[in-house]
């Protein structure tokens, strides 16, 4: 079936520091993939998506690259903030499944000041 | 703030209990999703309604049962409930089941069962 594999935390990075979390999946057919964050007491925000290989998301100064012949969609951000300290979450659907998600085991980022 | 809500925040149940959550969706949405989400790990896709249909299920038992009313809000039931159970659920409402841009996933509610 259809899976999301991400690093696992917790990420511990100093603020301005440079972010990254990896995701790789295995699907059948080509899927859109997500990113979402998880704020403390809050609900999940898609952070950022892309819908075809090469496709970049971008948002918030993170990016995320769609990579086909590496199944991967690793987030980066060139300098966080403390206020970037949340769980991070690769998802994806297939076109078939509407907006069923997937989601991958969840990475926590906490940035210190 | 998304205009998803859920009630009740917490609650704890007992071993073999049935329990209702309820979802309130945003305005327009009529295609409402719940997830399961243990601790420490990602949300699991339970099912999905739209107007008032099941419209796909995940790898979850029957005795998670849903249903969406004719306002699009929607309720999740469980029935004799057991320790794995304990998790956050969340609600998940979209414009339609294609939507990815506009699904606002509601803030959750946290079950415990002992």
């Known amino acids: 079936g259809d899976s999301v594999t991400q690093m696992e935390g917790p990420v511990t990075l100093s603020e301005e520091a440079f972010l990254t979390i990896n995701c790789t999946y295995t699907?059948?057919?080509?899927?859109?993939l997500f990113w979402y964050v998880q704020y403390p007491g809050e609900g999940l925000q898609l952070l950022l998506k892309?819908?075809?290989?090469?496709d970049k998301g971008s948002n918030k100064g993170f990016e995320a690259t769609y990579r086909k012949e590496t199944t991967s969609f690793h987030l980066e951000k060139g300098s966080v903030q403390v206020s970037d300290s949340a769980v991070y979450f690769c998802?994806?659907?297939?076109?078939?499944?509407?907006?069923?998600?997937?989601f991958g085991g969840g990475t926590r980022v906490l940035v210190k000041p | 703030e998304t205009g998803v809500t859920q009630s009740p925040t917490h609650l704890i149940k007992t071993r073999g209990q049935q329990v209702t959550l309820r979802c309130s969706s945003q305005s327009g949405h009529n295609t409402v999703s719940w997830y399961q989400q243990a601790l420490g790990q990602g949300p699991q896709f339970i099912f999905q309604?739209?107007?008032?249909?099941?419209?796909g299920r995940g790898n979850f038992p029957p005795r998670f049962s849903g249903l969406q009313f004719p306002n699009y809000s929607s309720e999740l039931n469980v029935n004799a409930l057991e320790l794995d159970d304990s998790a956050l659920y969340l609600c998940?409402?979209?414009?339609?089941?294609?939507?990815?841009?506009?699904?606002?996933f509601g803030p959750g509610t946290r079950l415990l069962v002992l």
């Open positions: 998802a994806l659907t297939l076109s078939a499944a509407g907006n069923k998600l997937t």
């Open positions: 998940a409402s979209s414009p339609t089941p294609q939507s990815q841009e506009t699904q606002y």
């Open positions: 699907a059948t057919g080509y899927p859109s």
């Open positions: 892309a819908t075809k290989a090469d």
């Open positions: 309604y739209y107007r008032e249909e099941e419209n």
